[in-house]
């Protein structure tokens, strides 16, 4: 049996989908079960990551753990849960961020995702790290200034990505769970090709036959802007790899292809799919 973590939101829903749609058998863990609406037939079990004692009966039976985590949440009590069920394999979600064999990380975003990679390795189960930079997912944070106009206002125009559709992550994830061959690998997820954020707002301008428009807002503003509601240091995070990404295009690599047996879906897809999200 295998249990998806962090079920009900992109990357853990879109594998559910795609395991229950191999006829996997799947669990979902979720606050609200209620609230889940994940398809039929996958059976989705309450607990919560805060209070270990509720995640028993979702741990009950299981052997692979795909493992979504939102960011900053302490791992370790659902880790040593997981070990103690007998939890045979970990596929987690993890950054881009992350440097190998640093003695510090270099950011927020680096040190969470490490220190969780850290505690998985030291549990003696198979594991897999599928690492992400830049999601495509990433562009919905575009979506209340899209719908009331044609202007986003935002940092760092020019930073490059190679946005990875979320689908893709998942059927990768879906491949690596229960599956040998994998374990101990790091897997570095990518898109197709890398685009600037201007140019994934024009794409996604033709996905809703809009003209849009990027508007460069200085730093500082957007770092005063969004701390008033995010960790200050995970801002920083956010705005020092748009820095590092600026002006150089973005790797890409033929990983997401290996795992899955198809090409990455281009960012014009993702627009596409997401389109009802912009309007
Ligand atoms: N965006 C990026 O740039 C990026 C890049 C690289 C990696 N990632 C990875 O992707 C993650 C975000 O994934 P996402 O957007 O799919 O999820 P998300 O929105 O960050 O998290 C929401 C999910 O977590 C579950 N959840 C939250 N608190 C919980 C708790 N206390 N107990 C149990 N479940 C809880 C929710 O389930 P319920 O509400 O149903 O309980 C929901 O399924 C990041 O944290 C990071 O690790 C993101």
Not at 152 to 175: I, K, L, M, T
Not at 209 to 218: I, K, M
């Amino acid at each position: 049996m295998i249990l998806v973590i962090g079920a009900t939101a992109h990357f853990g829903r879109q594998t559910v989908e795609a395991l229950a749609g191999a006829g996997r058998q799947v669990r979902a863990l979720s606050r609200e079960p209620e609230r889940a609406g994940l398809p039929e037939g996958v059976e989705v079990v309450r607990g919560d990551l805060t209070d270990p004692v509720s995640l028993g009966p979702a741990l009950d039976g299981v052997t692979e753990l795909f493992l979504v985590l939102p960011h900053g949440l302490d791992a370790r009590p659902l880790l040593d849960r997981a070990g103690e069920a007998g939890v045979r394999q970990i596929v987690f979600l993890s950054s881009g961020a992350v440097v190998d064999g640093a003695d510090r990380q270099p950011d927020v975003i680096a040190a969470y995702h490490a220190g969780v990679e850290q505690e998985i390795r030291a549990m003696g189960v198979d594991w897999t790290f599928l690492r992400l930079f830049f999601p495509a997912i990433n562009s919905l944070a575009w979506a209340m200034q899209l719908q009331g106009g044609d202007t986003v206002r935002g940092p760092h125009a020019a930073a490059a990505a190679s946005v990875v559709h979320e689908r893709d992550v998942a059927e990768a994830a879906a491949a690596v769970l229960g599956a040998t061959g994998h374990s101990g690998r790091v897997y570095e997820l990518t898109g197709p090709q890398s685009l600037t954020q201007t140019e994934q707002l024009d794409l996604l301008g033709r996905a809703l036959d809009r003209e849009l428009r990027f508007e460069e807002v200085p730093q500082e503003t957007v770092r005063q802007q969004l701390s008033r509601f995010m960790d200050a240091d995970f801002v920083a995070a956010l705005l020092d790899l748009m820095v590092a990404t600026t002006g150089k295009p973005a790797p890409v690599n033929d990983t997401v292809e290996h795992l899955t047996g198809h090409p990455p879906r281009p960012y014009a897809q993702w627009a596409a799919d997401h389109a009802a999200d912009f309007h």
